[in-house]
């Protein structure tokens, strides 16, 4: 058995942080609707290749660059976080049936690609596709450290927004106790639309970040799903930096498997590391 360059191991860590940071981004949305709104929302996978579909469409046919692409894909999926989530709220959606509500959903948004956009491979050219920085011998490809700098960027952002401003603590006391916050004059629907919105932007901005290092195919949005619901579960239910966390410790521990044993092997960490977690700590998730 030949042991691996330390080049080698150093870009496949740095793989793996990237990876996560994508992990961490589409999480961030995903945790936040299921801690604080009790939602488990398993259309936002659906809602992120949507947007990414969607920047795949306005920046090759219609010539935009892909990162302006968020300024109609952000408003446009804030306005469908608040929809369903007003939905949701006009029905009195339970957490369970919000998960087989919004597997349907998913379903219906996966049909709703393939027709628009059939089942085959689509890959976004863009001029980021070919950039990279060069540090010694490593290379760090600029789609990749844009994910990294949203996900960063986002997560510290809602951190800081629900730690130190009115608005986040009115969330988190809503999350915590609703009729006591309801109590203290905090309004229950407004917020709950807010931070559905907030999660539907997300969302979008995770699609865009999607469409510039991935080829795209409808069926894709299941698999990333077990491992972005390992990175949030591991990470802490409705927290903002727990996703970005966990997503990078599965991203470099799924590199760094893949480089001493198989890329096959990779995707059993992340389940590995729920299971244990699960056994451990079984109500701290």
């Known amino acids: ?6 080049t080698l191991i150093a870009q496949s860590m740095l793989a793996g942080v990237f990876i996560g940071g994508l992990y961490g981004l589409i999480g961030l949305g995903l945790g936040l609707t299921w801690g604080l709104l009790h939602v488990i929302n398993l ?4 809602l992120a290749f949507l947007a990414a579909y969607l920047c795949y469409q ?5 010539g935009m660059d892909p990162l302006a692409t968020l300024a109609i894909i952000v408003p446009l999926f804030f306005a469908i976080g608040v929809a369903i989530q007003w939905l949701f709220a006009r029905f009195k959606v339970s957490p369970f049936n919000s998960l087989l509500a919004t597997f349907g959903l998913t379903a219906i948004i996966e049909a709703g690609i393939q027709y628009a956009w059939t089942a085959d491979f689509r890959k976004l050219e863009s001029a980021y596709a070919a950039m990279k920085f ?12 844009l994910t990294l700098g949203f996900a960063i960027a986002l997560s510290f952002g809602i951190w800081a927004a629900m730690r130190y401003t009115d608005l986040g603590k009115a969330m988190r006391a809503l999350a915590e106790d609703a009729p006591m916050a309801a109590a203290f004059g905090v309004d229950r629907r407004k917020l709950s639309l807010l931070l559905a919105g907030t999660c539907g932007a997300l969302a979008g901005v995770a699609g865009v970040c999607l469409a510039l290092s991935f080829t795209l195919t409808p069926s894709q949005i299941y698999a990333w799903v077990g491992v972005v619901f390992a990175a949030v579960m591991l990470g802490g239910l409705g927290s903002p930096l727990g996703p970005l966390a966990a997503g990078i410790l599965i991203g470099v521990s799924e590199a760094l498997t893949s480089v001493f044993a198989s890329p096959s092997w990779a995707p059993i960490v992340s389940f590995t590391l729920l299971i ?5 700590r079984p109500g701290k998730t």
């Open 276 to 280: 244990v977690l699960l056994l451990v």
């Open 58 to 62: 306005l920046a090759g046919s219609g």
């Open 43 to 46: 259309a936002h996978f659906a």
């Open 134 to 145: 060069r540090v010694g011998p490593l290379y760090l490809p600029v789609p990749e450290l």
């Open 1 to 6: 058995m030949n042991f691996p360059s330390a």
